[in-house]
């Protein structure tokens, strides 16, 4: 809409050209709206959008869906263009890096009017510097899923309690059939492992790495030798999703700690898998990292007000508790989670059981830190450990090439 400067300056032809246009036009506002692989969810999110707009009149809403490795070169071509989504969801730790580099709007203002909603240790998730930079669309963190038809065989009765006894479990499952463990190794979803020993990446500010230990050296040193005897699963450091869900579907591995959204692919893949054969546990210690979906406002949205109304509307109760039913999926929302939880306990015992151990002992969640160059840090990191874990490198060396290359990108940050 023109403003009384620009009629003025635009002189008599802009200011027909304005009074020409009609009412409607000029009232439009239109929002674009940015998901990451959740097309199976369409007619849901469209019938939100009708909602939103029949409370709004005068909006239309674009509504893109990427697929994970498409959507973050997307938004930074349509950041570079100066066109970026008004509204983006976005997964893992990408957040702190958009942040960072400007291209988030802060949300802190707002936070008072829907902090209450939300599970405080997950909201905390996208805090930096104080300041909030999304609120939470859905949620996950890791677990330890266990094969009882395994554990029966080994003689193991119940999951493991510490590193140690993970370890020495897997170990009585590995067999020239089975491995004992696996692990998904993306977003840091491997980090309790080192967590339950103790062993923390960085310094608390986050400005040193604090991981080269003898604790670490020992755990790398552990982990290899179990890789080497087959207790561990080697796709744990070569595969990222498909590949270690579908090794333990096949009912051939004893243990694989993942987020829960991977109990949805394994009972889709795995026959074998039921209430009676399938065990659920946390990881020992109860550390866990999420991997969390949430909404971000882009800053260079043209209609920030109306962007932020949007995802108030799509997280609070009515439509936070559709997505958990049709997906059976936590929200962070906590009315809507508890309502979840209470109905898959009558309805579908194992999933209640998944589940629950998403909303317990949420105070230890780990690999969460707020770094502004997540990316180049986890890729400094993780080549450097995978060559300790694959035994082409002695542990030392690893953790000690990989304190000189985290130091360094810490430093360029």
Do not use: C
Request: charged share 20%.
């Amino acid at each position: 809409m023109l403003g009384r400067r620009d009629v003025l300056g635009g002189g008599l032809a802009a200011a027909t050209t304005a009074l020409a246009t009609p009412a409607i036009a000029q009232s439009t506002k239109t929002l674009s709206f940015l998901t990451w692989n959740i097309i199976d969810q369409e007619q849901l999110i469209r019938n939100w959008i009708t909602a939103f707009k029949r409370v709004n009149s005068g909006v239309e809403i674009e509504w893109m869906d990427k697929k994970g490795p498409e959507l973050p070169p997307f938004y930074q071509t349509q950041l570079a263009a100066g066109t970026p989504p008004d509204i983006i969801d976005i997964q893992g730790e990408l957040w702190a890096e958009y942040a960072a580099n400007g291209a988030l709007l802060d949300l802190t203002p707002h936070m008072d009017e829907v902090k209450g909603r939300f599970n405080q240790d997950y909201l905390s998730g996208w805090v930096m510097d104080g300041k909030n930079w999304a609120l939470p669309f859905y949620i996950a963190k890791t677990l330890l899923f266990y094969n009882k038809t395994l554990f029966a065989k080994a003689g193991l009765a119940n999951p493991p309690a510490s590193f140690d006894e993970l370890l020495a479990q897997a170990g009585k499952i590995a067999t020239s059939e089975n491995t004992g463990f696996l692990t998904l190794n993306f977003d840091w979803l491997y980090w309790p492992l080192f967590a339950m020993n103790g062993v923390d990446l960085l310094t608390p500010d986050l400005k040193k790495p604090a991981f080269n230990t003898p604790a670490a050296v020992e755990v790398v040193e552990k982990l290899a030798r179990a890789s080497d005897s087959g207790a561990v699963n080697k796709i744990s450091w070569t595969g990222r999703w498909v590949e270690p869900n579908g090794a333990f579907a096949s009912g051939t591995v004893g243990m694989l700690h993942a987020h829960s959204a991977s109990y949805f692919f394994v009972k889709g893949q795995g026959a074998w898998v039921s209430p009676q054969t399938l065990g659920i546990a946390q990881a020992p210690g109860f550390y866990a990292t999420p991997t969390n979906h949430g909404f971000a406002i882009s800053k260079g949205s043209r209609n920030p007000e109306l962007a932020w109304k949007f995802i108030e509307f799509i997280t609070s109760d009515p439509q936070a508790g559709q997505l958990a039913t049709n997906r059976q999926i936590l929200t962070g929302n906590s009315n809507v989670d508890r309502a979840l939880l209470a109905r898959m306990q009558k309805e579908d015992p194992l999933v209640y059981s998944v589940l629950e151990t998403q909303v317990e002992h949420t105070d230890k969640l780990v690999g969460t830190w707020p770094l502004p160059n997540d990316s180049r840090v986890k890729d400094a990191f993780w080549p450097e450990l995978q060559n300790a874990l694959l035994g082409r490198k002695p542990a030392k060396q690893v953790l000690a090439d990989a304190e000189r290359r985290v130091a360094r990108e810490l430093s360029r940050a």
